[in-house]
């Protein structure tokens, strides 16, 4: 675990550095293997990029894709949720009217959640003006308390006439339990 852990370290790390170096250019996600609950390729479906985009997916512009678990955030800590669609609601048993208004934190989170992995997530939220996405695998929680393992993305969302960031989206996509790849085992 603490291999594949440094290691993936070593790649965020390799990626600030260079994105630090240039200009803002889209994060380019190494690709690892992992069975999702649903299609790992609908996983890979790019992130919404403006309030508009996300709300679309979020109220039933699914002749597209699948639906996928998804929330709409605030910008500035705690990121409070201003919305949920129904694949979240369904992944984590909460419903849209517990969801908005909370944080994540307060929902998801459990005993056995990295918090170093979440903290790490958060922190790359926090200058919004140079993020774009950053993703992380962390164990939570439903309403009924089982535990999950959650591969989860956010993306920043962009004002369309500005490019200003407006909101976050996180899309959260449950892995299966049985998985013995070393880069996702016990995060």
């Known amino acids: 675990f603490w291999k594949a852990h440094e ?28 069975q999702a609950q649903n299609s790992s ?4 479906i790019p992130l919404p990029t403006s309030l508009n985009d996300a709300y679309k997916e979020i109220i039933g512009n699914r002749t597209v894709h699948q639906p996928r678990a998804m929330a709409i ?5 705690p990121f409070k949720i201003i919305d949920v669609n129904k694949a979240w609601v369904d992944l984590c ?19 056995e959640t990295n918090l170093e992995v979440a903290q790490s997530l958060v922190s790359r939220l926090v200058d919004v003006d140079t993020f774009d996405e950053s993703e992380a695998v962390v164990v939570n929680y439903r ?8 591969h989860v993305r956010v993306g920043a969302l962009r004002d369309e006439k500005s490019g200003n960031v407006t909101h976050l989206v996180g899309v959260f996509c449950k892995l299966r339990d ?5 880069f996702y085992a016990n995060v």
């Open 143 to 150: 309403s009924d308390c089982k535990k999950f393992r959650n």
């Open 73 to 77: 955030t605030e910008i500035q800590p």
């Open 41 to 44: 390729s609908m996983h890979r």
């Open 7 to 34: 290691e993936r370290k070593a790649i965020i790390n390799a990626r600030d550095e260079e994105k630090s170096r240039s200009a803002i250019k889209p994060i380019t996600i190494p690709q690892t293997t992992f």
């Open 178 to 182: 049985d998985l013995n790849d070393a």
């Open 93 to 111: 048993g909460f419903s849209r009217e517990q969801a908005v208004g909370a944080t994540i934190k307060t929902l998801l989170h459990g005993p």
